[in-house]
Every structure is written in C-alpha cells, then in structure tokens.
C-alpha cells in the first residue's frame, strides 16, 4: 500500500478470455482491488485488502467499494471489446453528444428541443423537480436520430415520480433540467444549458468513480439524479 490521497482511482485491465475480463484498481488510499467482470457486464466478483466482510457493507466502505467497482467497469469498457457500459453512463457519448448540440444552428434548436422548451416552460403537472428528454443516436453518434417525449418528474406525496414513458428503446443519452429560474428563450442559449447540464453528468461520472473531472467539467449544476454522488473533493479515501 502507498499513499495516493491526493490521486484519483488508477486502474488497468490484467486479463481477459471469452468468459470474463479481470481488472487491478489502486484506490485513493493505495489499496490494491481486483474486480472481475462477465462479457454480459455482471459483476462476478471483487477481491479486496482493505475491508473485512463485517465492514464492507456499513455505508462509506460500500460507497468506497462502488467507486472502485465503476472504475474498473470504465476500464474495462474502454480497454477491451467488451460492452460494460449504458451508453447513458458512457461519458465519451456524452461528449459526442454536446458536440452534435454545439453544431446546432437555432432552427435545429427550435426543430429538436422547442416542444422540451415548451414542457419545462408550461409542465403538465405541478411540483416539478425536473423534466427529461430521452433521445438516441446515430451509429457514428454524429446525429441525433429520435427522441422522446418530454417526461416530467414531480412530487407526489413526498415521492419523487414522472409521467408515462413514451421511448421504447435504449437511449443513448438525455438531459434532465429544472424549472428555469430567469427566462430563457429557446435559442442557442437554451442550448449552451442543455450542453451544461451534459457537463455535469460527465462530471458525476467521473465522481462515481473516484476520479477528479477535467478542469471543463468541474461546473456546478444538477447532473446525474442520484443519491450518494460525493465531490472528489469531499470523499472518504
């Protein structure tokens, strides 16, 4: 074990056959993991120095031991033929996707996201946390090639919940935005908060898996809607 506290998460795979893909992590503390991965991307097993059975399942060493965990799926989607990650998880798709919106003239903005624009706008329910958009893309992901409908999430009795669903596919990416605080208008300035908010899940991503954000990505702002997501910053070694 060395100290590494000011480090993100290192990783590399250490082999592969048709079965399974082995992957060695070094957490922020030094520690040594090795975390196997079926083809399917199941979770076969994760083999560890540092937490006893008794503790690895009290609250931060299973957050720890998360982290580690998604690192390793990372590393092992990117460095074999493996598919281990929803595209939505995928932070290089993320990134092909803010370049798709970034190309977006305002007609393409108006003709991809103005009924989005209206959702948030006017929602259909109250209470609203936030509204999505679901869309997919092209095998090249150089062009977005469907979309949902606008889904809003809003409390119902102290739950959180979302209208009807109407994508039936796998997306390759989304966004989730709030109510607008100030008005926006639905031209590339909508556009930049969409692109934004791409950002902070990226982000997230990389705070999931124990690793600091590129200096473009460390922005404030709601990203991935999940609970026991922890700054880099702030997070137990």
């Not at 998460?9 to 992957?23: F, K, N, P």
């Not at 803010?98 to 959702?119: H, R």
Request: contains cysteine.
């Amino acid at each position: 074990m060395t100290n590494t506290d000011h480090k993100s998460m290192e990783a590399h795979v250490i082999g592969q056959d048709s079965l399974g893909i082995a992957v060695e992590v070094t957490d922020r503390k030094g520690y040594t993991n090795h975390v196997l991965f079926g083809r399917d991307g199941e979770l076969i097993g994760h083999v560890h120095e540092r937490f006893s059975e008794a503790t690895q399942t009290d609250p931060e060493p299973a957050r720890i031991l998360k982290r580690v965990q998604f690192r390793a799926r990372n590393e092992a989607h990117r460095q074999t033929d493996a598919d281990l990650l929803l595209p939505v998880f995928d932070w290089q798709v993320i990134e092909d996707t803010i370049a798709i919106l970034e190309s977006f003239d305002i007609p393409q903005i108006m003709d991809q996201f103005g009924e989005f624009y209206d959702a948030i706008q006017s929602p259909p329910v109250d209470d609203v946390a936030f509204t999505a958009l679901f869309f997919s893309l092209n095998d090249d992901r150089d062009r977005i090639v469907d979309r949902s409908d606008p889904l809003s999430f809003y409390f119902e009795n102290e739950a959180l919940v979302h209208t009807d669903v109407s994508f039936d596919q796998e997306p390759d990416a989304y966004v989730t935005i709030p109510p607008f605080e100030e008005p926006v208008a639905c031209d590339k300035g909508f556009r930049d908060l969409l692109i934004h908010h791409l950002k902070c899940r990226i982000r997230d991503l990389h705070y999931m898996q124990g690793s600091q954000p590129p200096s473009e990505y460390q922005v404030d702002g709601l990203g991935i809607n999940k609970q026991g997501i922890v700054p880099f910053n702030n997070q137990a070694k």
